[in-house]
């Protein structure tokens, strides 16, 4: 091997150079390229990024752990977590009907197995993992913005009074944009009286961000009609029931992280077999069940009161 010259590293870093440049220059032209200017040209991006533009049903796989943060202490990793979401795309004369269902599965790190029960390190009691689900919910994405149904009917779930946009940043050939969202989830259906060790109390509350991340060169390209993304959530709540940690200070932290995934031949094998275990009609053909459900309708159903 031929020694380093002065000469010959200056080359190479003057090529370095241009080729970033170049790459730089690249970026932004195809970033000129991209139009987020109206809400609908911001309704299309996002909905590359989130699920797809045509009718087709979405997965994602999202890993992550669940932490507990108490006054006083050391933040508690408590389990950790597995999650599929899948989406389904359905094209209306308003807009794009977009309809969700999820489900989680808690297990050790490093385990494929779902967590039967475990000892809750915050208060010494013996706890059995819900493994939850979520959904049917559905978001109407019009050209001026998504809305809900409530009372039957389709409203604008922008309650600002401006224009619907999202905050886009972009870098190199990435871009990627996040939401915040805030407040009372709902009002708490388990009683204290009844549910001593499992209610927190009358209100939920939660505040959560979350960030859908793409190739810039996807959202760009108007053949592209579902771009490739990852997505992250970083939720604080109060305590999910089955912790039995009643009315003490303190709460939850779900750190998440995943990938829309390409087929369901992408699923990785372990963690379709720790999903299927427990929620097996999530990657069916068919819709998962109907109506709606979650943790705090399905609890009360499937759990009784624990003694004080």
Known sequence: MSPLTRRSMLTAAGAAGASLLSNE???ASVASQLDLSTPAAQVRAFLKLNSSLIPETVFYLYAGTL??????RAPVMLTASTSIVRRQVELLPEGHLVSLWEVTVYHRAGETEPLDSFVNPLN???VRPFHQREGLGQNLWTASGPQIRRDGQWVSRNNSGKPFALEWFQTDDRIWT???SSGVYLK???DVEKWPLESTGPDLLYSEKTTNSGLLRELADPAVMNASSTYSLNQTMLWWPWLLMGQQP???VWNTQGVKLRTLNSLPAASRKVIEKVH?????????WDGHVSLWTDYPKMRTPERP
Not at 67 to 72: D, F, M, T
Request: no cysteine; proline share 13%.
């Open 67 to 72: 932490e507990a943060l108490v006054p006083g």
């Open 188 to 190: 708490n259906p388990l």
């Open 250 to 252: 303190g709460y939850l």
């Open 178 to 180: 996040s939401r915040w």
């Open 124 to 126: 010494g009691r013996t």
């Open 280 to 288: 097996p009609t999530i990657l069916g053909s068919a819709i998962p």
């Open 25 to 27: 220059a690249a970026a």
